[in-house]
Nanobody, 122 residues
Framework: QVQLQESGPGLVKPSQTVSLTCTVS??????????WHWIRQPPGKGLEWIGS???????YYSPSLKSRTSISRDTSKNQFTLQLNSVTPEDTAVYYC??????????????WGQGTQVAVSS
């Protein structure tokens, strides 16, 4: 079974950069059809899509976060990463990585990591 595991710093200061890594096991991030996503959930709020990277390396970003978001990958380690610049307390959330299945005409996230807490505080 595919497993995803997030890792990150936990606590960051405003204006700094958050870097999170998703390690994938049980499947390759370069396998045809799949896309790999970052999604977050602030306290008491709903899920917010951040962006994604496809199996070929193409990236996509939420318009509201695009200017300060970068997603990349390391295929040798089967990992993909999220970089979020110039963070504020509103970026405090649980951050998830997830796989999008490639066999549907609409988006389905079939595998999720357990999430990692990011707190932005001075």
């Amino acid at each position: 079974q595919v497993q995803l595991q997030e890792s990150g710093p936990g606590l960051v200061k405003p204006s700094q950069t958050v870097s999170l890594t998703c390690t994938v096991s049980g499947g390759s991030i370069t396998t045809n059809s799949y896309h790999w996503h970052w999604i977050r959930q602030p306290p008491g709020k709903g899920l917010e899509w951040i962006g994604s990277i496809g199996y070929s390396g193409t990236t996509y970003y939420s318009p509201s976060l695009k200017s300060r978001t970068s997603i990349s990958r390391d295929t040798s380690k089967n990992q993909f990463t999220l970089q979020l610049n110039s963070v504020t307390p509103e970026d405090t959330a649980v951050y998830y990585c997830a796989r999008e299945s490639g066999d549907n005409s609409y988006t389905i996230y079939d595998y999720w990591g357990q999430g990692t807490q990011v707190a932005v505080s001075s």
